[in-house]
């Protein structure tokens, strides 16, 4: 069993951090006029192509509801398409409009380094480190909420 006072200090570092993390983060992305939603959303299909509209609401932790309304937005300002699906025509796929992608291209490059400042002090070992360890931690809260819900 773990000493209750370490616990409870590793807690309260863990909400400090993660209210730095994203006090940091939001900054950022408020210098590109998006907001988390929609940065979270341009970054995913940047990275990993068109995708489902439920795949970027599972991605993002976001009701359908609300992802459609970020989509029309970024629809809007010409950086998203709509397609169709190749393998199945009644799913509608989103992706970055050329628009989109040069806009992203543009910004990315300032973000990772935006990350690299906040993570300087630590090493790649620590790093990698730190990304298996919350892992752990979030895994094991996650089946404990499913648990107690």
Partial sequence: MNDEKDILKLTTVL???MNNVEAVIKKD???YQLNATEFGTLELLFNR???PIQSICNRLLMANSSMTYTID???ERGFLTRVSDEQDRRNTLIDLSPQGKAFFDSIFPHHVETL???YQNL???EIKTLIESLKK???EAMR???VKS
């Fill in 144 to 146: 404990l909420h499913e």
């Fill in 73 to 75: 937005k970024l629809e």
């Fill in 123 to 125: 090493t790649q070992e």
């Fill in 49 to 51: 192509g068109k995708q």
């Fill in 116 to 118: 690299q400042a906040m």
């Fill in 15 to 17: 909400f400090r951090t």
């Fill in 137 to 139: 931690i979030g895994y």
């Fill in 29 to 31: 992305i408020k210098g």
